[in-house]
């Protein structure tokens, strides 16, 4: 999996992340803890001069519990919890499964 850390300025995070690798968007880490998404929606609400100096953590969205799925969810719950939060990225919360 692809991460970003939060201390990645935007410059950095867009060459070397969202061209290089060609997603939408990318998990944010920190010390082995998931933090939240950066995606393009917020790159591009940050003016292109300031991105040498503005970092991911910044500008990424936190995490909230309201956006993940258990593992045994189906595509359609993801889908429309997806479109209720208005949320390209969801998290499957597979903490709670035995293997």
């Known amino acids: ?7 990645v300025s935007l410059d950095e995070a867009v060459d070397q992340y969202f061209i290089r690798y060609r997603y939408g968007g990318f998990p944010v880490i920190d010390g082995g803890k998931f933090l939240g998404f950066l995606t393009l929606k917020e790159v591009k609400n940050v003016p292109r001069e300031d991105w040498g100096r503005v970092r991911v953590s910044e500008a990424y969205v936190p995490h909230e519990k309201r956006w993940e ?10 889908l429309e919890l997806m479109i209720k939060e208005d949320k390209g990225r969801i998290v499957v919360d597979c903490s709670n499964v035995e293997g």
């Open 1 to 7: 999996m692809i991460t970003l850390n939060p201390s």
């Open 69 to 78: 799925i258990s593992p045994d969810s189906d595509a359609t719950k993801a």
